[in-house]
């Protein structure tokens, strides 16, 4: 279905602690392990990303004295900020990515929220809608036109970074059974809307790897 010389292929926090039993699973999250690698196999050009939080970081609930997991908060510059459990702190087992997951190929890693004031979910744009990656210049270097989005959350971070894929002016596809998301609050439906209006357009791994 593509042509993989000029795309490639984002996985987004496949990490111990959004899998089953981790600080902040997402429901069957290893079941996009599999699929992943599949795609590891076929693909020339691979990224990864990676949340890297130090201790206190703001997205973290334990940083607000008397909220909890999944509260909302205003920020001191005015952005909403919601509260996660403390997950993927540097260095921790929690942060690593997971076991069995296909990493030799990759090129580049993309840490996110490692500064302790600004949450990050896509691997183009932090979450103050300013703060880039560098990730879309490092793509246009290489001559890549296309990107395939996998990994987790659909709703958050695998999401967001196929829809700011797709305004940085990149083809982009979002790779179904390779995601899985966190559906909360309305979040999957938000960001599938979002993404249809970005023209990221979803597809199944068997028709990507035809």
């Not at 899998?19 to 392990?33: F, M, R, Y």
């Not at 990676?50 to 609930?61: I, L, R, T």
């Not at 334990?62 to 909890?68: D, K």
């Amino acid at each position: 279905m593509i042509g993989f010389e000029h795309s490639a292929l984002i996985i987004v926090d496949v990490q111990n602690d959004f899998l089953p039993g981790g600080a902040l699973a997402v429901a069957d999250g290893d079941a996009v392990i599999a699929p992943v690698n599949a795609l590891v196999a076929r693909f020339a050009h691979v990224v990864l990303t990676q949340d890297w939080h130090p201790p206190g970081h703001v997205s973290f609930a334990s940083s607000h004295p008397g909220r909890a997991a999944h509260d909302r908060v205003a920020l001191a510059d005015g952005r909403e900020q919601v509260l996660w459990p403390d997950h993927c702190l540097w260095d921790t087992r929690g942060a690593a990515l997971a076991d069995g997951l296909e990493v030799a190929k990759a090129e580049l890693v993309i840490r996110k929220g490692y500064r302790a004031d600004l949450d990050s979910y896509s691997a183009f744009v932090e979450a103050d809608g300013r703060t880039r990656t560098g990730l879309a210049g490092y793509l246009r270097e290489r001559g890549l036109i296309r990107v395939v989005v996998a990994g987790l959350a659909t709703d958050y971070c695998a999401g967001w970074t196929a829809r700011d894929a797709a305004q940085a002016g990149f083809e982009t596809l979002i790779a179904i059974e390779a995601t899985r998301g966190i559906y909360r609050d309305g979040s999957m439906e938000r960001t599938l809307l979002e993404m249809r209006a970005a023209n990221v357009r979803a597809a199944t791994v068997a028709d990507l790897l035809a």
